[in-house]
């Protein structure tokens, strides 16, 4: 079974920058899809940046301009830059692929465990 491993989620002062990773315990013969999303206590998982690895790369409105996400279909990897971050940007961070593992395998979507932000001074 695959799992995805995230890390990078730290303290830090509103107005800072933090990169998160995530890694793919075995590379996938073909990805289609990679993604971050966060979550707050007693709230719903949110999309927070999408790629569609054949198409433009998307964003939340929350955090366009300040987001971006960056992949490594080869190394089955995912990144997110944050810079000018908010308290609002406080949140358990998860990353997911969709992919193939294998040439004959079908799609699957895997999720990390996530990695937490938190954004305070």
């Known amino acids: 079974q695959v799992q995805l491993v995230e890390s990078g989620g730290d303290l830090v002062q509103p107005g800072g920058s933090l990169t998160l990773s995530c890694a793919a315990s075995?590379?996938?013969?073909?990805?289609?899809?990679m993604g971050w999303y966060r979550q707050l206590p007693g709230k719903q998982r949110e999309l927070v940046a999408f790629?569609?690895?054949?198409?433009?790369?998307n964003y939340s409105e929350a955090v366009k301009g300040r987001f971006t996400i960056s992949g490594d279909n080869f190394k089955s990897t995912v990144n997110l830059q944050m810079n000018s971050l908010k308290p609002d940007d406080t949140a358990v961070y998860y990353c997911s692929i969709s992919g193939w593992i294998t040439e004959l395998a079908t799609r699957q979507n895997y999720w990390g465990k996530g990695t937490v932000v938190a954004v305070s001074s």
């Open positions: 075995q590379r996938f013969f073909s990805i289609a899809t």
């Open positions: 790629w569609d690895t054949l198409g433009p790369k």
